[in-house]
């Protein structure tokens, strides 16, 4: 099943929590911090058709987001998160 979002929406895979600290520290996966970094994995028509926007962002590229944002969505094992545009902070290069 394919996944298109709809209206201001884009589709995103959050990238896996770090299991080590800075020190070394191993972490039990309840203490892993939740990662406000994902994959854009679709983008709505309107956000590509929109002269404004559609150079901004694009799929592949790395994103951080609000951190409780969001509608979480399971789809052939995986989890993905559709958000508002409003919701994408910035760009990672």
């Known amino acids: 099943m394919q996944i298109k979002p709809l209206g201001d929406r884009i589709l995103i895979e959050k990238v896996e929590a770090e299991e080590k600290t800075a020190g070394g520290i191993v972490l039990p996966t309840s203490a892993q911090e939740q990662p406000s970094i994902a994959n ?3 983008i709505s028509e309107e956000i590509q058709n929109d002269e404004k ?3 901004l962002l694009h799929v592949g590229d790395k994103v951080i987001f ?13 989890t993905y998160l ?6 994408i902070l910035a760009v990672v290069k």
């Open 40 to 42: 854009v994995i679709a």
């Open 66 to 78: 609000s951190k409780f944002s969001g509608t979480e969505v399971k789809n052939e094992g995986k």
């Open 53 to 55: 926007k559609k150079d």
């Open 82 to 87: 559709i958000v508002k545009w409003p919701d």
